[in-house]
């Protein structure tokens, strides 16, 4: 194996780890306990940032630090509206719906990556597949929701709401990271920081102050470190010296790998209906992504 090579594969098992980090990402939210949104994000993002900022000073990237501060406006606007924005409506969802219908709703961004890049990204073109991925999503996102659809008026529409936009924030954030693919990763830590006192600021205005009763300090923590914290920048060494279409791949499995460990936690229960619906957002993200359709083709021309 070449040194490329094997940078290549180092760079995409540092992008696998990511796939496992987010499968945590509603577990430890409901472990963390009756935390307020805004105090969740602006402590995860907090402890995210500070240590991001520790880790490039001790190896030596003070100068890539000090320029990753003049991003242009617009990579603030994204970096920290994208961070701050899709995990305090995650939040919002994993506490006030079911952890595992949630967590299912959030993860349609792969689809709607795919949908987005098709109609904004120069040179993709949105295709018949893309809206057939589209359809097989959106009606497991359906199941969810109960037999008679989105209920205005239940118990869980706020939640189903904030996952639904959830969704669409962090599918914007990354089809629009493309048009600033020169911003160094470096600038991730920042955005975290940017992101923590945004959250810490709402936090001082609209929530009570204070820690709450019943918060799990531990499971805050490994949010911070985990998927809130170093996901962030382990998917962008897989992204940038890794297999990207490995990577995305693996990527349409996290709401599948959420699912089975909230079930496996004792969480959630593994209905016919979750387990259909967790299909069907997988397989539709696949679906639209092509790569069932480049691999019938693949196999038709190897047999030929």
Known sequence: ?????????????????????????????????PVPPFLLTALCFGLAGGLAVLMFL???ERRAL???????????????????????FYFIAQQNAPAANAGLISYLWPLLIVILAGLVLPGERLKAIHLLGGA??????ALLMGPDGLDWAGEYTPGYLAALLAAFIWSVYSVASRLLARIPTTAVAWNCLGAAALALACHLAWEPVGWPEGANLW?????GLGPVGSAFFTWDIGMKRGQVRL?????????????LVLIAAGLATATPAL????????????????WLGRRASASRHSAG
């Not at 990577?247 to 699912?259: E, H, I």
Request: charged residues 5%; proline residues 3%.
């Open 247 to 259: 990577l995305g791949l693996l990527s349409y499995a996290t709401p599948l790998f959420s699912t």
């Open 58 to 60: 001790w190896r030596g």
């Open 1 to 33: 194996m070449s040194s490329e090579s094997a940078a290549s594969h180092r760079a995409t098992l540092w992008g696998a780890t990511t796939v496992v980090n987010w499968a945590t990402l509603a577990l430890f939210t409901q472990w963390a306990g």
């Open 219 to 223: 499971a805050i923590l490994a949010l």
């Open 275 to 290: 387990l259909i619906a967790a299909l069907l957002i997988c397989g539709g993200a696949l679906i639209g992504s092509g």
């Open 136 to 141: 097989c999503g959106f009606v497991g996102a």
């Open 66 to 88: 000090l320029d990753a501060l003049k991003q242009p406006p617009l990579g603030w606007a994204l970096g920290v509206g994208g961070l701050f924005g899709y995990h305090l």
